[in-house]
């Protein structure tokens, strides 16, 4: 029908809305089916501007043939144009046809149509937010940006038809834009939801909708004062329109609690989940925590377990209780998920104990357990794995390389017989590495490259060491107690550079601090030097920017091996002169430089560019300057 009605034989045809309507949903749901889909395996399905071209000329046809009394009291065919635009992701394009529709005799736009343009900005801003999940920071900015100009258009729209007689904003509009705003988690976000809200209270009578999309935006912009913002904006709410919290507003206030930086924060969400379970108890409640709800209140814990000594114990009594509420995981209504173990695991390895490592064996365990039984929302993933490692490292455990090693042969074990569904990845393999480093014995070396070895010949489940991988054994041989410890980093550096991976600036000067602190004859140290001043050069001719630590490490190297007191002096001149005009002088370099070649070169380049020194550090630099030139 839609290739008939654009051929040539239009006029033989009797038109209807009902029939325009039904041709332009058809050609909706093909271009949803696009969005959604690859052009390579779905030749059958026509390009994006091929669809928005055919409904255009729908479209026109429309204006051109339909009779105003034609359907009259069926609007639904207005909002139908603008839902193509929106699945084929031309915010643009809505907008445009809506202010088109305003102006135009029988296609007429109504609320359905801004709304539906709304929502088209609403789903630009959200594929802006994916990108930056798949983004680093720096190039989040130009990607937010663009969101924000998004924002601000469909802002704009609201606005210049808040106060339009026949296309008047309601309540829905306003609850679209505060969503829109919630996903772009700019830093201006609170502000403008709430300006936004002012602006709009005196034509729009607010919903819980609306309550807990305000509060979604605060729990998705963390600051202090977040909490008790909300706290007050329910209040508010309650008061001037009779809105009555549900499940969603104490869930999302707990999760603004549960983010937030305040010191109390965890606790204050802690009390929330308390007064939900109070709540389920009464006759007639619809309020009931659920896995959500707790397993937020245990990540607010996790977060703070570096600092509050009882965090951790927190955390595994909240999952205790939920054990026991479903019955041994059996209900899944009230059921911990692998994402609740995880997060335990996570504030386990976040309190630094000496005990946390075992613990969180023990809870992998149970998981592992909960998988023989089919209970798979229980099972251990591969980031189950990883944080159990990551907590045997940071408990700082004489032996927890040798333990971190035992949870990977586990894992593999489990993995290649089929008793776990997870597999290892490269993160496991550089976490049990980087453990090594915390290993008390003296073969640390030799067991970490025996690891790699196994991943380089590809018997480790056909995993590749990466460049972390290279990089924690190039610290593990700097930390080492071996004189020869350079020798032993440089091999691990080329062995890298063969696997046709590319150094950093972290890998170089993990290489020049072993060398740094290597320990031998006159000749070794020669040679050692040597060794750094490769790097130095290797790093210039692959424009690698050194850093702080690098310019730190450069100064201890020249103190330690250089033999040559003039090459000494120069060497640490230079290096220092390189330092200042990067902008990465601080207090550990300076301290580095020794009485016996001139200190107060500091107060020589006090002037120079992007000194990273504080006005009171420079103050105490001048004082010790002084006071030993007092002494001379």
Known sequence: ?????????????????????????????????????????????PPTSYILQRANALFDLMEKHCR????????????????????????????????????????KANIVSLNTVLNAFVNKCRHYGRQNRQLDFASRAATTKSAITFAE??????????????????????????????????????????????????????????????????????????????????????????????????ATLLNVWAKSPERNAAYKAEDILIRMEELSHQDGSNI???CIAYTSVIDAFANRAQRDANASTKAINILNKMLALSKGGLDPHNSPNTITFNVVIKALANSNSSSSGDKAKELLNKMVQFEDRNLLHMAPSTTTFNTVISAYFKSRDRNAGNKAREVLDLFEKLSLSGKVSSKPDVTTYSSTLYAYKFYDGKDSIDRAIDLLNGMESSERLNIRPDKQCYTNIINLCAKSSNPA????????FERMLRANIKADVISCTALMNAC???????????????????????MRCKSIVPNEITY???????????????????????????????????????????????RNLFLDKECQKGTSLSHEERKRERFVIQGNKAEA
């Open 153 to 250: 258009r469909a802002e704009g729209l609201f606005k210049r038809f808040l106060k339009h007689n026949e296309i008047h904003p309601n309540v829905r509009s306003y609850n679209t834009l505060i969503s829109m705003w919630a996903s772009i988690k700019s830093k201006d976000s609170i502000e403008r939801s709430l300006n936004l809200q002012q602006y709009a209270r005196d034509y729009i009578r607010f919903d819980v909708i609306t309550l807990n999309t305000l509060l979604k935006v605060l729990s998705q912009n963390p600051r202090k004062g977040n909490g008790k913002k909300a706290e007050s904006m329910i209040i508010w709410f309650e008061k001037q329109y009779d809105v009555v919290p549900n499940q969603k507003t104490l």
């Open 516 to 538: 740094a602190f290597s320990k031998g004859n006159e000749k070794f140290r020669v040679n050692m030097f040597k060794e750094v001043k490769n790097i130095i050069e290797y």
């Open 1 to 45: 029908m839609t290739r008939r009605l654009l051929d040539g034989s239009a006029e033989t045809y009797c038109y209807t809305r009902q029939v325009f309507n039904n041709t332009l949903n058809d050609w909706a749901q093909i271009a949803k089916e696009a969005n959604m889909s690859s052009w390579e395996s779905k030749d059958d399905i």
């Open 288 to 290: 009931e925590p659920n």
């Open 552 to 598: 730190l490490t450069m100064i201890t190297a020249c103190l330690n091996l250089c033999v040559n007191n003039d090459e000494k002096q120069t060497l640490i001149k230079e290096y220092f002169d390189a330092c200042c005009e990067s902008g990465f002088v601080t207090s550990k370099i300076i301290e580095k430089l020794p009485q016996d070649i001139t």
């Open 68 to 107: 105003e009394d034609d359907d009259a009291h069926d609007m639904r065919w207005r909002a139908v144009r603008p839902n193509i635009e929106v699945t084929c992701g031309d915010a643009e394009g809505a907008e445009s046809l809506f202010l088109r529709m305003v102006n135009m005799k029988h296609v």
């Open 485 to 492: 410890k350079g020798v032993h980093a440089k091999a691990i």
